[in-house]
């Protein structure tokens, strides 16, 4: 999958989310457990919405 694929879709799975963010799985599952970023389960699988990602990156930029 390239980054193409990654524009078009709305959400990964969370060892795909850790390497789009760089951050580690411990703190990523942290942060799911504390709100920061939003999981929504679908059977057994975690799927982490890009817009998550996104509103949780930009919420880190405005703390700076």
Do not use: W
């Not at 390497?19 to 504390?34: A, N, P, S, V």
Request: glycine share 8%; net charge positive.
């Amino acid at each position: 999958m390239d980054e193409k694929d990654n524009a078009r879709r709305l959400t990964v799975r969370i060892g795909k989310a850790c390497d789009m963010t760089g951050i580690g799985r411990t703190k990523f599952y942290e942060l799911i457990h504390d709100g920061e970023i939003e999981v929504i389960k679908v059977g057994a699988m975690t799927l982490v919405p890009i817009a998550s990602l996104e509103a949780f990156i930009a919420s880190r930029r405005m703390q700076q």
